[in-house]
Protein backbone atom coordinates (compact mmCIF):
# COMPACT_ATOMS: atom_id res chain seq x y z
CA UNK A 1 0.00 0.00 0.00
CA UNK A 2 1.26 3.81 -0.78
CA UNK A 3 1.42 5.84 1.95
CA UNK A 4 -0.22 9.65 1.85
CA UNK A 5 3.56 11.19 1.31
CA UNK A 6 3.37 9.35 -1.71
CA UNK A 7 0.38 10.55 -3.40
CA UNK A 8 1.39 14.07 -2.21
CA UNK A 9 4.59 13.56 -4.25
CA UNK A 10 3.04 12.29 -6.88
CA UNK A 11 0.20 15.24 -7.13
CA UNK A 12 3.56 17.79 -6.79
CA UNK A 13 4.93 16.25 -10.03
CA UNK A 14 1.73 17.16 -11.91
CA UNK A 15 1.65 20.13 -10.16
CA UNK A 16 5.50 21.64 -12.01
CA UNK A 17 5.79 21.26 -15.48
CA UNK A 18 9.72 20.00 -16.31
CA UNK A 19 9.96 17.73 -13.01
CA UNK A 20 10.40 14.58 -14.60
CA UNK A 21 9.26 15.88 -18.05
CA UNK A 22 11.26 13.34 -19.65
CA UNK A 23 8.70 10.81 -18.60
CA UNK A 24 5.97 12.96 -18.92
CA UNK A 25 7.04 13.42 -22.61
CA UNK A 26 7.16 9.58 -23.13
CA UNK A 27 3.79 9.28 -21.92
CA UNK A 28 2.20 12.27 -23.87
CA UNK A 29 3.79 10.81 -27.24
CA UNK A 30 2.89 7.01 -26.07
CA UNK A 31 -0.62 8.69 -26.17
CA UNK A 32 -0.22 9.89 -29.60
CA UNK A 33 1.06 7.04 -30.93
CA UNK A 34 -2.02 4.59 -30.07
CA UNK A 35 -4.31 7.15 -31.44
CA UNK A 36 -1.83 7.40 -34.79
CA UNK A 37 -1.52 4.31 -35.16
CA UNK A 38 -5.14 2.81 -34.59
CA UNK A 39 -6.86 4.96 -37.13
CA UNK A 40 -7.78 8.43 -35.13
CA UNK A 41 -7.55 11.64 -36.95
CA UNK A 42 -4.94 14.49 -36.53
CA UNK A 43 -7.60 16.38 -34.71
CA UNK A 44 -8.17 14.25 -31.97
CA UNK A 45 -4.16 13.39 -31.89
CA UNK A 46 -3.81 16.65 -30.73
CA UNK A 47 -6.89 17.33 -28.94
CA UNK A 48 -6.18 14.55 -26.30
CA UNK A 49 -2.04 15.09 -26.10
CA UNK A 50 -3.00 18.18 -25.12
CA UNK A 51 -5.15 16.92 -22.46
CA UNK A 52 -2.35 14.38 -20.95
CA UNK A 53 0.12 17.40 -21.10
CA UNK A 54 -2.51 19.83 -19.27
CA UNK A 55 -3.31 17.09 -16.60
CA UNK A 56 0.33 16.52 -15.91
CA UNK A 57 0.94 20.56 -15.15
CA UNK A 58 2.52 21.64 -18.74
CA UNK A 59 0.08 24.55 -19.68
CA UNK A 60 -0.82 25.06 -23.35
CA UNK A 61 1.61 28.42 -24.19
CA UNK A 62 4.12 26.08 -23.17
CA UNK A 63 3.53 22.68 -25.06
CA UNK A 64 4.04 22.44 -29.22
CA UNK A 65 3.42 19.83 -31.24
CA UNK A 66 4.03 18.79 -34.78
CA UNK A 67 2.09 16.08 -35.82
CA UNK A 68 2.97 13.69 -39.12
CA UNK A 69 1.57 10.22 -40.61
CA UNK A 70 4.70 8.35 -39.42
CA UNK A 71 6.33 11.11 -36.73
CA UNK A 72 5.07 12.80 -33.80
CA UNK A 73 7.12 15.70 -32.30
CA UNK A 74 6.66 17.87 -29.04
CA UNK A 75 8.72 20.86 -27.37
CA UNK A 76 7.75 21.72 -23.93
CA UNK A 77 9.54 25.12 -23.62
CA UNK A 78 9.88 28.35 -21.53
CA UNK A 79 12.01 31.05 -21.16
CA UNK A 80 14.62 28.84 -18.94
CA UNK A 81 13.96 25.31 -20.35
CA UNK A 82 13.39 23.10 -23.41
CA UNK A 83 12.43 19.46 -23.85
CA UNK A 84 11.59 18.21 -27.26
CA UNK A 85 10.99 14.17 -28.10
CA UNK A 86 10.22 12.62 -31.20
CA UNK A 87 8.38 9.15 -31.79
CA UNK A 88 8.01 7.24 -35.07
CA UNK A 89 4.77 5.32 -35.73
CA UNK A 90 5.73 2.93 -38.39
CA UNK A 91 2.30 0.84 -38.21
CA UNK A 92 -1.39 1.97 -39.27
CA UNK A 93 -4.07 0.14 -38.81
CA UNK A 94 -7.43 0.57 -37.28
CA UNK A 95 -8.39 -0.28 -34.19
CA UNK A 96 -11.54 1.66 -32.49
CA UNK A 97 -11.70 -0.01 -29.13
CA UNK A 98 -8.34 1.46 -28.62
CA UNK A 99 -9.12 4.91 -30.07
CA UNK A 100 -12.27 5.21 -27.82
CA UNK A 101 -10.30 3.90 -24.58
CA UNK A 102 -7.35 6.42 -24.97
CA UNK A 103 -10.16 9.28 -24.90
CA UNK A 104 -11.70 7.96 -22.33
CA UNK A 105 -8.52 7.55 -20.27
CA UNK A 106 -7.52 11.27 -20.78
CA UNK A 107 -10.52 11.97 -19.23
CA UNK A 108 -10.21 10.22 -16.43
CA UNK A 109 -6.47 10.78 -15.40
CA UNK A 110 -8.20 14.56 -14.84
CA UNK A 111 -10.86 13.46 -12.90
CA UNK A 112 -9.83 10.81 -10.82
CA UNK A 113 -6.15 12.23 -10.65
CA UNK A 114 -4.21 9.71 -11.65
CA UNK A 115 -0.67 9.72 -10.49
CA UNK A 116 2.10 9.01 -13.24
CA UNK A 117 2.20 5.45 -12.35
CA UNK A 118 -1.58 5.24 -12.80
CA UNK A 119 -1.79 6.37 -15.83
CA UNK A 120 1.11 4.34 -17.26
CA UNK A 121 -0.16 1.61 -15.82
CA UNK A 122 -3.90 2.29 -17.37
CA UNK A 123 -2.45 2.98 -20.68
CA UNK A 124 -0.21 -0.06 -20.70
CA UNK A 125 -3.49 -1.93 -20.66
CA UNK A 126 -5.06 0.16 -23.03
CA UNK A 127 -2.35 -1.11 -25.28
CA UNK A 128 -3.04 -4.42 -24.91
CA UNK A 129 -6.57 -4.84 -25.23
CA UNK A 130 -7.55 -7.68 -27.52
CA UNK A 131 -9.01 -7.44 -30.85
CA UNK A 132 -11.98 -9.58 -31.36
CA UNK A 133 -10.92 -13.35 -31.80
CA UNK A 134 -9.84 -14.17 -35.64
CA UNK A 135 -12.66 -16.44 -36.79
CA UNK A 136 -15.57 -13.00 -35.85
CA UNK A 137 -13.78 -10.65 -37.70
CA UNK A 138 -13.59 -13.49 -40.88
CA UNK A 139 -17.52 -13.89 -39.80
CA UNK A 140 -17.89 -10.46 -39.52
CA UNK A 141 -15.90 -9.62 -43.24
CA UNK A 142 -18.41 -11.78 -44.76
CA UNK A 143 -21.50 -10.84 -43.06
CA UNK A 144 -20.98 -7.31 -43.66
CA UNK A 145 -20.48 -7.50 -47.61
CA UNK A 146 -23.18 -10.21 -47.97
CA UNK A 147 -25.26 -7.53 -46.27
CA UNK A 148 -23.80 -5.43 -48.57
CA UNK A 149 -24.72 -7.13 -51.96
CA UNK A 150 -28.68 -7.04 -50.57
CA UNK A 151 -28.06 -3.48 -50.65
CA UNK A 152 -27.15 -3.80 -54.43
CA UNK A 153 -30.18 -5.99 -55.29
CA UNK A 154 -28.62 -9.70 -54.26
CA UNK A 155 -31.25 -12.67 -53.59
CA UNK A 156 -30.64 -14.45 -50.40
CA UNK A 157 -28.71 -17.11 -52.68
CA UNK A 158 -26.40 -14.43 -53.66
CA UNK A 159 -25.86 -12.67 -50.63
CA UNK A 160 -24.98 -16.09 -49.24
CA UNK A 161 -22.29 -16.66 -52.23
CA UNK A 162 -21.26 -13.31 -51.42
CA UNK A 163 -20.66 -13.51 -47.88
CA UNK A 164 -18.44 -16.83 -48.65
CA UNK A 165 -16.12 -14.84 -51.22
CA UNK A 166 -15.67 -12.52 -48.50
CA UNK A 167 -14.78 -15.08 -45.63
CA UNK A 168 -12.42 -16.24 -47.96
CA UNK A 169 -10.89 -13.83 -49.42
CA UNK A 170 -10.26 -12.48 -45.52
CA UNK A 171 -8.50 -15.54 -44.80
CA UNK A 172 -6.44 -14.90 -47.64
CA UNK A 173 -5.20 -11.30 -46.57
CA UNK A 174 -4.52 -13.22 -42.55
CA UNK A 175 -2.34 -15.35 -44.54
CA UNK A 176 -0.42 -13.03 -46.40
CA UNK A 177 0.03 -10.80 -43.58
CA UNK A 178 0.09 -12.57 -40.63
CA UNK A 179 1.50 -15.85 -42.26
CA UNK A 180 4.13 -14.81 -44.41
CA UNK A 181 4.38 -11.40 -44.15
CA UNK A 182 3.63 -9.83 -47.30
CA UNK A 183 3.91 -6.36 -47.82
CA UNK A 184 0.28 -4.84 -46.77
CA UNK A 185 -0.44 -3.38 -50.21
CA UNK A 186 0.50 -6.44 -52.23
CA UNK A 187 -2.07 -8.30 -49.68
CA UNK A 188 -4.96 -5.95 -50.62
CA UNK A 189 -3.94 -6.99 -54.22
CA UNK A 190 -4.19 -10.47 -53.65
CA UNK A 191 -7.38 -10.52 -51.38
CA UNK A 192 -9.45 -7.50 -54.10
CA UNK A 193 -8.33 -10.48 -56.82
CA UNK A 194 -9.56 -13.59 -54.25
CA UNK A 195 -12.58 -11.80 -53.75
CA UNK A 196 -13.58 -11.02 -57.19
CA UNK A 197 -13.15 -14.56 -58.82
CA UNK A 198 -14.89 -16.33 -56.71
CA UNK A 199 -17.89 -14.11 -56.38
CA UNK A 200 -17.77 -14.16 -60.16
CA UNK A 201 -18.41 -18.09 -59.94
CA UNK A 202 -21.26 -17.08 -58.47
CA UNK A 203 -23.22 -16.93 -61.72
CA UNK A 204 -22.48 -20.78 -62.07
CA UNK A 205 -24.65 -21.34 -58.72
CA UNK A 206 -28.64 -20.84 -58.54
CA UNK A 207 -29.65 -17.30 -58.24
CA UNK A 208 -31.12 -14.55 -59.88
CA UNK A 209 -29.09 -11.83 -59.18
CA UNK A 210 -25.60 -13.37 -60.41
CA UNK A 211 -23.33 -10.40 -60.89
CA UNK A 212 -23.51 -8.79 -57.70
CA UNK A 213 -21.35 -10.86 -55.62
CA UNK A 214 -18.70 -10.62 -57.70
CA UNK A 215 -18.91 -6.31 -57.57
CA UNK A 216 -20.05 -6.46 -52.84
CA UNK A 217 -17.63 -9.31 -52.15
CA UNK A 218 -14.68 -7.12 -51.60
CA UNK A 219 -16.50 -3.74 -49.72
CA UNK A 220 -14.96 -4.71 -46.42
CA UNK A 221 -11.06 -3.97 -48.10
CA UNK A 222 -12.36 -0.09 -48.85
CA UNK A 223 -10.06 1.82 -46.91
CA UNK A 224 -12.87 4.37 -45.19
CA UNK A 225 -10.88 5.56 -42.21
CA UNK A 226 -8.36 6.62 -44.13
CA UNK A 227 -10.42 9.00 -46.27
CA UNK A 228 -11.84 10.18 -43.79
CA UNK A 229 -9.54 10.91 -41.74
CA UNK A 230 -7.48 12.62 -45.05
CA UNK A 231 -10.84 14.94 -45.56
CA UNK A 232 -11.22 16.09 -41.69
CA UNK A 233 -7.40 16.77 -41.72
CA UNK A 234 -7.39 18.71 -44.80
CA UNK A 235 -10.34 20.94 -43.86
CA UNK A 236 -8.64 21.40 -40.31
CA UNK A 237 -5.50 22.71 -42.04
CA UNK A 238 -3.47 20.07 -41.22
CA UNK A 239 -2.12 19.35 -44.64
CA UNK A 240 0.79 17.90 -43.83
CA UNK A 241 -0.80 14.72 -42.03
CA UNK A 242 -3.32 14.64 -44.90
CA UNK A 243 -1.19 14.28 -47.98
CA UNK A 244 0.18 11.49 -46.27
CA UNK A 245 -3.13 9.88 -45.61
CA UNK A 246 -4.36 10.85 -49.17
CA UNK A 247 -1.32 9.13 -50.79
CA UNK A 248 -1.85 6.13 -48.15
CA UNK A 249 -5.23 5.56 -49.47
CA UNK A 250 -4.83 6.21 -53.14
CA UNK A 251 -1.99 3.39 -52.63
CA UNK A 252 -4.77 1.26 -51.00
CA UNK A 253 -7.42 1.62 -53.87
CA UNK A 254 -5.12 1.25 -55.84
CA UNK A 255 -3.83 -2.14 -55.21
CA UNK A 256 -7.57 -3.14 -54.20
CA UNK A 257 -8.19 -1.93 -58.26
CA UNK A 258 -5.68 -3.93 -59.77
CA UNK A 259 -6.75 -7.26 -57.87
CA UNK A 260 -10.22 -6.43 -59.56
CA UNK A 261 -9.12 -5.39 -62.37
CA UNK A 262 -7.01 -8.75 -63.26
CA UNK A 263 -10.05 -10.39 -61.79
CA UNK A 264 -12.29 -8.80 -64.20
CA UNK A 265 -10.15 -9.52 -66.95
CA UNK A 266 -9.68 -12.89 -66.57
CA UNK A 267 -13.62 -13.33 -66.07
CA UNK A 268 -16.29 -13.97 -69.07
CA UNK A 269 -19.11 -11.56 -69.48
CA UNK A 270 -20.29 -8.94 -71.40
CA UNK A 271 -20.61 -5.69 -68.74
CA UNK A 272 -22.04 -4.26 -65.81
CA UNK A 273 -24.50 -2.10 -67.66
CA UNK A 274 -27.12 -4.69 -67.31
CA UNK A 275 -27.20 -3.89 -63.55
CA UNK A 276 -29.63 -1.66 -61.39
CA UNK A 277 -28.12 1.02 -59.52
CA UNK A 278 -31.86 0.93 -58.12
CA UNK A 279 -32.28 -2.65 -56.91
CA UNK A 280 -35.99 -3.42 -55.93
CA UNK A 281 -36.89 -3.93 -52.23
CA UNK A 282 -38.48 -2.21 -49.31
CA UNK A 283 -36.85 0.09 -46.86
CA UNK A 284 -37.35 -2.41 -44.04
CA UNK A 285 -35.11 -4.56 -45.72
CA UNK A 286 -32.78 -1.70 -46.57
CA UNK A 287 -32.71 -1.03 -42.76
CA UNK A 288 -31.96 -4.67 -41.86
CA UNK A 289 -29.31 -5.14 -44.48
CA UNK A 290 -27.86 -1.57 -43.78
CA UNK A 291 -28.06 -2.22 -39.91
CA UNK A 292 -26.05 -5.86 -39.75
CA UNK A 293 -23.47 -4.22 -42.56
CA UNK A 294 -22.57 -1.40 -40.15
CA UNK A 295 -22.37 -3.63 -37.04
CA UNK A 296 -19.98 -6.51 -38.77
CA UNK A 297 -17.86 -3.69 -40.06
CA UNK A 298 -18.06 -2.18 -36.74
CA UNK A 299 -16.66 -5.76 -35.49
CA UNK A 300 -14.37 -5.51 -38.84
CA UNK A 301 -13.08 -2.14 -37.42
CA UNK A 302 -12.95 -3.49 -33.41
CA UNK A 303 -15.64 -1.25 -32.17
CA UNK A 304 -16.15 -1.70 -28.26
CA UNK A 305 -19.04 -3.85 -27.73
CA UNK A 306 -21.28 -1.47 -25.89
CA UNK A 307 -21.12 0.39 -29.31
CA UNK A 308 -22.33 -1.85 -31.63
CA UNK A 309 -26.24 -1.66 -30.98
CA UNK A 310 -25.24 2.57 -32.02
CA UNK A 311 -23.68 1.59 -34.97
CA UNK A 312 -25.77 -0.86 -36.25
CA UNK A 313 -28.85 1.88 -35.91
CA UNK A 314 -26.52 4.49 -37.56
CA UNK A 315 -26.16 2.21 -40.69
CA UNK A 316 -30.01 1.56 -40.78
CA UNK A 317 -30.33 5.68 -40.33
CA UNK A 318 -27.39 6.72 -43.16
CA UNK A 319 -28.90 4.37 -45.66
CA UNK A 320 -32.57 4.80 -45.53
CA UNK A 321 -31.55 8.37 -45.54
CA UNK A 322 -30.04 8.00 -48.80
CA UNK A 323 -32.55 6.01 -50.85
CA UNK A 324 -35.88 7.78 -49.24
CA UNK A 325 -34.08 11.05 -50.95
CA UNK A 326 -32.55 9.53 -54.06
CA UNK A 327 -35.56 7.07 -54.29
CA UNK A 328 -38.73 8.45 -53.28
CA UNK A 329 -38.00 12.51 -53.51
CA UNK A 330 -35.97 12.19 -56.86
CA UNK A 331 -32.64 13.87 -55.61
CA UNK A 332 -28.94 12.72 -56.77
CA UNK A 333 -26.95 10.11 -55.54
CA UNK A 334 -24.56 12.26 -54.77
CA UNK A 335 -26.67 14.95 -52.58
CA UNK A 336 -28.60 11.59 -51.09
CA UNK A 337 -25.22 10.35 -49.88
CA UNK A 338 -24.29 13.77 -48.72
CA UNK A 339 -27.14 14.18 -46.85
CA UNK A 340 -27.49 10.68 -45.21
CA UNK A 341 -23.58 10.83 -44.41
CA UNK A 342 -24.44 14.28 -42.46
CA UNK A 343 -26.87 12.92 -40.88
CA UNK A 344 -25.30 10.53 -39.21
CA UNK A 345 -22.69 12.86 -38.45
CA UNK A 346 -24.86 14.78 -36.80
CA UNK A 347 -26.32 12.54 -34.61
CA UNK A 348 -22.98 10.95 -33.70
CA UNK A 349 -22.00 14.56 -32.82
CA UNK A 350 -24.42 14.30 -29.86
CA UNK A 351 -24.02 10.72 -29.47
CA UNK A 352 -20.40 11.58 -28.13
CA UNK A 353 -22.35 12.97 -24.98
CA UNK A 354 -23.74 9.83 -24.04
CA UNK A 355 -21.98 6.87 -25.30
CA UNK A 356 -18.07 8.91 -24.48
CA UNK A 357 -16.54 7.64 -27.45
CA UNK A 358 -15.35 9.79 -30.22
CA UNK A 359 -17.66 10.54 -33.61
CA UNK A 360 -15.17 8.92 -35.96
CA UNK A 361 -16.02 5.32 -33.89
CA UNK A 362 -19.70 5.70 -34.77
CA UNK A 363 -19.74 7.22 -38.01
CA UNK A 364 -17.10 4.68 -40.16
CA UNK A 365 -18.89 1.97 -39.95
CA UNK A 366 -22.01 3.50 -40.77
CA UNK A 367 -20.88 5.01 -43.80
CA UNK A 368 -19.29 1.96 -45.37
CA UNK A 369 -22.61 0.59 -46.99
CA UNK A 370 -22.59 3.31 -49.24
CA UNK A 371 -19.61 2.97 -51.32
CA UNK A 372 -21.19 3.58 -55.13
CA UNK A 373 -20.53 -0.78 -55.73
CA UNK A 374 -22.25 -0.98 -58.79
CA UNK A 375 -20.86 2.49 -60.57
CA UNK A 376 -17.19 1.79 -59.76
CA UNK A 377 -17.52 -1.42 -61.38
CA UNK A 378 -18.72 -0.11 -64.87
CA UNK A 379 -16.10 2.50 -65.03
CA UNK A 380 -13.61 -0.55 -64.08
CA UNK A 381 -15.24 -2.52 -67.03
CA UNK A 382 -14.97 -0.21 -69.71
CA UNK A 383 -11.45 0.60 -68.84
CA UNK A 384 -9.91 -3.04 -69.46
CA UNK A 385 -12.08 -3.17 -72.63
CA UNK A 386 -11.53 0.17 -73.83
CA UNK A 387 -10.68 -1.58 -77.24
CA UNK A 388 -13.96 -2.92 -77.74
CA UNK A 389 -16.30 -1.01 -76.49
CA UNK A 390 -18.47 1.99 -78.36
CA UNK A 391 -18.51 5.64 -78.12
CA UNK A 392 -22.06 5.42 -76.18
CA UNK A 393 -20.70 2.60 -73.94
CA UNK A 394 -17.23 4.60 -73.42
CA UNK A 395 -19.55 7.76 -72.85
CA UNK A 396 -21.80 5.54 -70.07
CA UNK A 397 -18.56 4.55 -68.44
CA UNK A 398 -16.98 7.75 -67.80
CA UNK A 399 -19.98 9.14 -66.33
CA UNK A 400 -20.16 6.03 -63.72
CA UNK A 401 -17.22 6.96 -63.03
CA UNK A 402 -17.71 10.73 -62.28
CA UNK A 403 -20.93 9.73 -60.43
CA UNK A 404 -18.96 7.29 -58.44
CA UNK A 405 -16.00 9.65 -57.39
CA UNK A 406 -18.53 12.19 -56.28
CA UNK A 407 -20.20 9.61 -54.40
CA UNK A 408 -17.04 9.19 -52.38
CA UNK A 409 -16.78 12.23 -52.02
CA UNK A 410 -19.86 13.18 -50.70
CA UNK A 411 -19.74 10.28 -48.17
CA UNK A 412 -16.06 11.66 -46.90
CA UNK A 413 -17.25 15.43 -46.35
CA UNK A 414 -20.95 14.51 -45.10
CA UNK A 415 -18.74 12.01 -42.62
CA UNK A 416 -16.37 14.75 -41.95
CA UNK A 417 -18.40 18.24 -42.02
CA UNK A 418 -20.41 18.09 -39.26
CA UNK A 419 -17.08 17.83 -36.90
CA UNK A 420 -15.58 20.54 -38.75
CA UNK A 421 -18.61 22.82 -38.34
CA UNK A 422 -19.21 22.21 -34.37
CA UNK A 423 -15.10 21.93 -33.60
CA UNK A 424 -15.06 25.28 -32.03
CA UNK A 425 -18.24 24.40 -29.68
CA UNK A 426 -17.39 21.01 -28.82
CA UNK A 427 -13.45 22.68 -28.25
CA UNK A 428 -14.88 25.56 -25.90
CA UNK A 429 -17.06 22.58 -24.01
CA UNK A 430 -13.87 20.36 -23.90
CA UNK A 431 -11.81 23.63 -22.39
CA UNK A 432 -14.44 24.74 -19.94
CA UNK A 433 -14.33 20.40 -18.96
CA UNK A 434 -10.98 20.26 -18.42
CA UNK A 435 -10.45 23.73 -16.44
CA UNK A 436 -13.03 22.80 -14.40
CA UNK A 437 -10.76 19.55 -13.41
CA UNK A 438 -7.95 21.07 -13.15
CA UNK A 439 -9.17 23.15 -10.57
CA UNK A 440 -10.21 20.90 -9.09
CA UNK A 441 -6.51 18.98 -8.96
CA UNK A 442 -5.07 22.50 -7.85
CA UNK A 443 -7.74 22.86 -5.27
CA UNK A 444 -6.64 19.89 -2.84
Given amino acids: MKDENYYSTQRELLRETFTEIGRKAELILTVGQLLMENGADTSQIVRDMTRVAAYMGIPADKFHLHIMYTTLMLNISDEHHSHTSFRKCPKHAVNMKIISAVSRLTWRALRDHYTLDEFKGELDAVAKRPRYPGWMTVLAAGTGCGSFGILLGCD ?75 VSDMLNTYLVSASARIMHTLVMVGAITFGIVFAIGMADFDSFTSLATRPESNFLIFAMAAALGAASFAVFFNLP ?140
Fill in 156 to 230: FNAAIYTAVAAIIAKLVQMQCVERFGINHYVALTFTAFTATIIGYFAHLLPTATPWQPLIAAAIFLVPGVPMINA
Fill in 305 to 444: KRLLIAAAVGGAICVCTRNFLIFELGFGAPVGTLAGAALVGIIAMEAVHWLHTPSLVLIVPAVIPLVPGVLIYRFLFAVINIRRITVDELLMAVQSGVDALLIILAITIGAALPSIFASRSLARLSKEKQDKLLNEIYEE
